[in-house]
C-alpha cells in the first residue's frame, strides 16, 4: 500500500490526510502536541475550555461540502446554532449589534445613510456572484500554472470579480458614511491585510458574513477539530502524538522518511508521500537540506505576512449581563492601528481589539456563574521583545476600555488569566516571524504566486495551509488539504 506521511493535524492536515486516505493511501499523521488542531487547539483550565485560535465559523456551505464527500454530514459530529446578532461593534461614541436577519441589517443601513439599504443589495449581488465564482472556480486551484485560470467562466466574468480593484475603493463608491465602510472592510481583516492593499474580489467575504451568517459549534471551534480527527479515524488515518519533527530525509530528489522525536524515542517514518501542514518556512528552512529549499531566504523576506495576535485567555467567576458572544472594539481610530500593523510595524499605541465570550452562547465553555474571554489585539509579525510586562500593559489598556463599555468591573473577578503572543507562536508552531494567519491576500500573493504547494526539487514533497493556496482562515485550509490531495491523486494514480 502507498503510504503517506502528513506533517501536523490543523484544518489542512486533517483535511489532507482524509482526502489521501479515502484516496487509498495509508496515512500517518505526525502531530508536535498532544491534541489535533494545530492552531485551533483547545486550552483547559479550571473549569474553563478555550479555543486558543479560530473562534469564527463563517462559511458553513465549505464545512457541509467537506463531510458530504465522505458521505457524512455536519449534524453527524456536532452541532451548530446560529448567532444572532452575528456580533457587536463598539464605536467611540456609540454601538451596533449586527442583525443575522437580513432585512434587519438593511434597516440599521437606512438609519444610518439614506439609501443604504438599497446599496447594500447592489453589493451583496456583487458579493454572492464573487463567492459562487471565487468558491467554485478560483480556490480548488492548486497553483501550478496560470492556464489553471483558462476557464470561459472565470475569462467572461473577469471584470464582475473586481480583482484590480480594492475592497475600501469598492466600498467608498457605495457608502459615504465611515462606519458603514469599516463594517464592510472588517471581514476583510481575516485575510490579512488593509482594505486598500485587498482586491475587492475579497468581497465575497461578506457574503459569507451576512448571507452565510456567523455560526457557533456547541464545545467551540475545537468540536470542528473533534469532528475531523473523528473522521479520520473512521478512514483509518494513524495519529502520532508528542512527535517534534526534525527532518525530512531526500534521496535522489524524492523523500523516503520523515524523522521525528516521539516521547524522546528518535523515529523514523517511511513514505511515497509527504504533506507538510506545518509553517510552510519551517518545513522549507529547517526540515530540508539547503540544496532543497523550494524559496531563497530574500524571498521569504519578501513576503507580506498577515499580522500575528496577542491574545488572552481569561476566566472569571462572575456573568456579565448583555455580553455577545463576538464584540469588536472600534472605539478608537483604525488607521493609527493599521500603520502599526502593515506600514511601519511596531507595537500599537492604541490597539483595536476583539473579545470572543463563548460562555453566553454554550454554558460548559465556564463554570457555573463563571464566564470565559478570549481577547485578541492583531499585532505586526516579526515583532520581538514580547515581555510579560508588555503583555500586562496592553491586558490593563483594553480591560479598562472593556469595562468602560460593558459597564462593569472584572479586574477583581479573573480567576483564571493566560497570555499567548508571537513568540509562543514560533515556539508552540515554528510560525514564520510569530505570524498568527499566514500570508496577506494581496494581489500580488494570489493563486499562483503564493508559495508553491509542490517542492520543485523534492517530487514527492507536498504543503498545505495558510501559506500556501488557497490561503488564510479555516474554510481556505479545509480546501487546501484537499487541493493537495487531489494534486497527489492526480500524479500518483
Request: glycine share 8%.
Amino acid at each position: 500500500m502507498k503510504t503517506a506521511v502528513v506533517i501536523g493535524s490543523g484544518f489542512a492536515g486533517l483535511s489532507a490526510a482524509s482526502f489521501l486516505a479515502r484516496s487509498g493511501w495509508q496515512v500517518t499523521v505526525l502531530e508536535k502536541h498532544n491534541q489535533p488542531g494545530g492552531r485551533a487547539r483547545r486550552l483547559q483550565a479550571e473549569g474553563f475550555s478555550f479555543d486558543m485560535g479560530p473562534s469564527w465559523y463563517w462559511m458553513p456551505d465549505v464545512f457541509e461540502r467537506y463531510f458530504q464527500q465522505f458521505g457524512k454530514t455536519v449534524a453527524q459530529y456536532y452541532t451548530l446554532e446560529r448567532l444572532d446578532p452575528s456580533y457587536r461593534l463598539f464605536w467611540p461614541q456609540t454601538q451596533w449589534d449586527v442583525p443575522a436577519n437580513y432585512d434587519e441589517l438593511k434597516n440599521l443601513f437606512d438609519q444610518i445613510e439614506p439609501r443604504a439599504a438599497q446599496k447594500l443589495d447592489l453589493v451583496m449581488a456583487e458579493a454572492a456572484y464573487k463567492y459562487e465564482v471565487g468558491i467554485n472556480k478560483l480556490v480548488f486551484k492548486p497553483g501550478q500554472s496560470l492556464l489553471e485560470f483558462a476557464d470561459a467562466d472565470l475569462i467572461r466574468g473577469l471584470f464582475k470579480l473586481d480583482v484590480f480593484t480594492s475592497i475600501k475603493a469598492h466600498f467608498a463608491k457605495h457608502f459615504k458614511n465611515s462606519q458603514l465602510r469599516e463594517l464592510m472592510e472588517f471581514p476583510v481583516l481575516f485575510l490579512g491585510a488593509l482594505p486598500q492593499d485587498t482586491p475587492a474580489l475579497y468581497s465575497l467575504m461578506n457574503y459569507a458574513d451576512i448571507k452565510g451568517g456567523t455560526w457557533f459549534p456547541k464545545g467551540g471551534m475545537h468540536a470542528v477539530v473533534q469532528g475531523m480527527h473523528s473522521l479520520a479515524v473512521e478512514l483509518g488515518v494513524n495519529f502520532v502524538w508528542n512527535a517534534n519533527v526534525e527532518r525530512i530525509n531526500v534521496q535522489q530528489g524524492r523523500a523516503v522518511s520523515v524523522s521525528a522525536t516521539v516521547q524522546n524515542q528518535p523515529t523514523d517514518f517511511d513514505a511515497n508521500v509527504v504533506v507538510s501542514g506545518a509553517d510552510y518556512h519551517f518545513t522549507d528552512t529547517q526540515l530540508l537540506q539547503p540544496q532543497y529549499h523550494n524559496y531563497s531566504a530574500k524571498y521569504w523576506n519578501s513576503r507580506k505576512l498577515a499580522p500575528s495576535s496577542l491574545l488572552y485567555y481569561v476566566g472569571l467567576n462572575k456573568k456579565i449581563e448583555g455580553l455577545q458572544h463576538h464584540s469588536l472594539f472600534f472605539d478608537v481610530p483604525f488607521e493609527p492601528h493599521a500603520r502599526d500593523i502593515y506600514q511601519t510595524p511596531q507595537w500599537p499605541q492604541q490597539p483595536l481589539f476583539y473579545v470572543s465570550a463563548t460562555s453566553v452562547t454554550d454554558c460548559s465553555q465556564a463554570p457555573p456563574g463563571g464566564e470565559n474571554l478570549f481577547f485578541l489585539i492583531p499585532v505586526a509579525a516579526g515583532l520581538t521583545g514580547d515581555t510579560e510586562a508588555l503583555r500586562t500593559h496592553y491586558f490593563q489598556q483594553i480591560v479598562a476600555r472593556f469595562e468602560a463599555r460593558v459597564g462593569t468591573s472584572i479586574s477583581q473577578n479573573i480567576s483564571f488569566y493566560h497570555s499567548y503572543a508571537g513568540s509562543n507562536f514560533m515556539a508552540d508552531y515554528n510560525a514564520f516571524k510569530g505570524n498568527a494567519y499566514g500570508l496577506a491576500n494581496t494581489l500580488l500573493q494570489t493563486a499562483h504566486l503564493k508559495p508553491n504547494c509542490r517542492n520543485k526539487k523534492v517530487s514527492n514533497l507536498f504543503y498545505t495551509g495558510q501559506l500556501t493556496v488557497p490561503g488564510p482562515g479555516v474554510p481556505p485550509s479545509l480546501i487546501s488539504g484537499e487541493v493537495v490531495a487531489n494534486l497527489i491523486k492526480k500524479l500518483y494514480p
